[in-house]
């Protein structure tokens, strides 16, 4: 397991327990809620979409050594 792997498994945990923080204060109808959550719904949508980048950079590299 690299250290890419090891920052972007932490980055979605955190991204999840905001998320579901977030869920938990709106509607408990706490303003601060709705911020938690849209951070965490962010963070996670970052993380994943900088994974799939570097999969497919990976990928095209392999391809271009072959």
Do not use: H
């Not at 911020?35 to 900088?50: C, E």
């Amino acid at each position: 397991m690299t250290t890419t792997d090891k920052v972007s498994i932490t980055a979605l945990a955190v991204g999840l327990v905001f998320a579901i923080t977030g869920m938990i204060l709106a509607f408990t109808g706490s303003p601060a809620g709705i911020w938690v959550l849209v951070t965490g719904v962010a963070l996670f949508a970052v993380v994943k979409l900088t994974q799939n980048f570097l999969l497919v950079r990976r990928a095209v590299r392999r391809n271009k050594l072959q």
